[in-house]
């Protein structure tokens, strides 16, 4: 298998009470699980249709390849972007980069937030580094993978799908996205800065 699920770095209680055990377990382990499933039985199908010449059917695969891989690569950064010691705002490079770039951590904070809230269906909202412009930028993503800008890095990933938040929160989502405030590792989102710029 090309694919796994990685283990979480902390343990399904450990975000309570802003995400419960109960979500917190589906999520990773039936959720997530089931997008590094679909990512290697499609590349298995991709490499059957290859070795067959039959490749009538690629526009399907490409768009499930691409569907189930950026939700497993989404679902990766928004658990070590979570920690049951988080919170607070960042400072260094970062937070310097988040002034720069949004005027300030609340102005950041408010377009973040409205941005994952106000997602249509379900979607991620994404602090990320746009490598041309040098510059950070926030972004919705529709599912998993479209309306990103080509290029971008994910810093800080915050998941709107209903799954990550409906059986705590019921339909208000704006209340689920304010507690995802609390549990930010900003340790692990300025390494991902880090390593992109240096990309």
């Known amino acids: 298998m090309t694919y796994s699920l990685p283990d979480l770095p902390y343990d399904y209680a450990a975000l309570e009470p802003a995400i419960t055990g109960e979500i917190l377990e ?6 997530h699980a089931a997008y590094v499933k679909g ?4 590349l298995e199908k991709l490499a059957e249709a290859r070795d067959k010449d039959q490749l009538g059917g690629l526009v399907g695969l490409e768009k499930t390849l691409a569907f189930n ?4 690569v989404l679902h990766t950064i928004f658990w070590d972007n979570l920690s049951p010691d988080g919170g607070d705002r960042p400072d ?3 937070g310097s980069a988040i002034d720069e770039h949004f005027g300030s951590f609340e102005a950041f904070k408010k377009q973040l937030t409205t941005a994952t809230a106000t997602v249509q269906g379900s979607g991620w909202g994404v602090l990320g580094w746009e490598p041309l412009g040098q510059k950070l930028i926030v972004q919705q993503v529709y599912d998993h993978h479209g309306n990103v800008g080509m290029g971008s890095v994910p810093l800080l990933v915050f998941d709107a799908w209903e799954h990550a938040y409906y059986l705590q929160y019921r339909n208000v989502r704006p209340d689920y996205v304010q507690k995802l405030w609390d549990l930010v590792n900003w340790n692990d989102v300025a390494a991902r800065l880090t390593a992109a710029k240096g990309a």
């Open 26 to 31: 589906l999520h990773h382990s039936k959720h």
């Open 39 to 42: 990512a290697n039985d499609t």
């Open 92 to 94: 260094g490079e970062l």
């Open 69 to 72: 891989l950026s939700g497993h």
